[in-house]
């Protein structure tokens, strides 16, 4: 008589479930429970059937089973009868539009009475999943560079080993999470990791396309070439007094027409809070001549800075969009103590209109972005487009310096930073000297001042791709949040 049993797998909690929350373009590959551990056994003559417990599935998610390579069985459990004792493995793999996870799983076939193999002693049951984030799923890089692979959101009470493999083969494993991806012929590469704090893990699969060396899509300056960065490819702002105002967009298509059309107008375009990103690409690539290079314009007034950190990038794979390495352009605050890389604030949608917008950050702070009813009326503050509850975005943070001067709350000042950002009132890059024409009164950049993550120069020969990404988190009294604005970027090459 054939006896079925089965493994149903409960979905327990995640720890580190706080401040992970994911944006539109942000969101969580899958995540696989596998709490009983991965090693079973079954009788000659039974069936088991697997049901494991999947986090961050989507509507386009596959699952799919698989043994020695080949599929066996899709969807969130999978029946397996043996006709033969032995050891059996199966690989179950979940995918999502943000990437990859896959858990494996021993089953040990023996005959009736026959009792269960001894579990190695190394076995790691999971148990708990840790819940990380990456940037990415897909990184682009030129041959000949290195790049950081890096997990964000970790639980920072727990110790972990992380474990990374290129294509199958352990190139690092230990307490450091950030590997050092090199870069050195073309391909595309899988790339596994790893978390375990040695009674739970989790694991996400990554891929690095190496594109040919510099310089092979580098589009030279023609007669029809336009100084402006009139390409919009991403505009997603943090909430804002100035988000919703006059428009609706309810895509990230419809949000880049709008930025263009303002921009092309010479209007400005408010990224909001901190981390809202506009990111633009010209028509040709801007030369690195070693001098300034683009310019950025809005209205400039000292002591009124609403700095932005400014990105730069080459159209490393030669598909025209914006999904190659950044690199920050190094400027006045770069390595003080109180600048913060790799600060995440996540935003959440009002349950109601005319409310303030809530947020959390990645080191235990909080607040809001005010609801100004006296001078922005549009229902949210929070973009429309954004169709979740919640997204974060992340970048380098300067120190907030405003205050009141008045005493009062009636008169703020937002003092001017050095040099090398956006929207800041800088008498050093805004070349008094030199500047004419349309770039007068921008703030001028060099692409030779664009660092690897790790602060080393970037050695950019050229760009395609400008990002300007808000760097403050903080606010003015009634003047309401710190929001970087935009008007134009431009060629300075051509026009100086």
Partial sequence: MRRTHLIAFLILSLFGATGCPQGEEKGLPPVITLP??????????????????????????????????KAVGSGASFTFTPDETGVYYFTVEAVNEFGKAFAEVRIDVRKQDTPPAPQPPDTIPVVK???????????????GRAIRLLPFDLDSTRQYTFTWKVDGA???????????????????????????????????TLTVVVCPPEGSFRRPVSASSSPFADQVLYFLPAPGQYVNENYTALTMEEACTYAVNRLKEDKYVSLGGFGGVLVLGFDHSVVNDGDYNFAIKNSLYSNYSEPGIVWVAQDENGDGLANDTWYELKASEYGLDCTVQDYAVTYYRPTAPAQPVAWTDNHGGSGSIDYLVAYHKQDYYYPLWVKTD????????????NYDQSGRGTFWINPDYGWGYADNYSPVDMLPERATGVTKGCNHFRIADAVTYDGQPANLQYI?????????????????????????????????
């Fill in 129 to 143: 999943v840790p819940l990380f984030t990456f940037d990415q799923t897909e990184y682009h890089v030129s041959v």
């Fill in 390 to 401: 919640q997204y974060t975005l992340r970048g380098s943070r300067l120190e907030a310096r």
């Fill in 464 to 496: 395609d791709f400008v990002k300007v990404q808000t760097g403050l988190n903080t606010k003015s009294g009634w003047l309401g949040e710190v929001s970087t604005e935009v008007c134009r970027v431009i060629d300075f090459n051509l026009v100086k």
């Fill in 36 to 69: 009983d551990g991965k090693i079973y056994s079954v009788e000659l003559g039974e069936s088991i059937t697997l049901a494991p417990g999947f986090e961050h599935l989507t509507e386009t998610s596959s699952i799919t089973w698989l043994s020695d390579g």
């Fill in 170 to 204: 352990t190139v690092q494993e230990g307490d450091q999470p950030l590997y050092r991806f090199e870069a050195q012929h073309q391909g595309s590469f899988r790339v596994d990791f790893r978390a375990t704090d040695g009674t739970s893990a989790a694991d996400t």
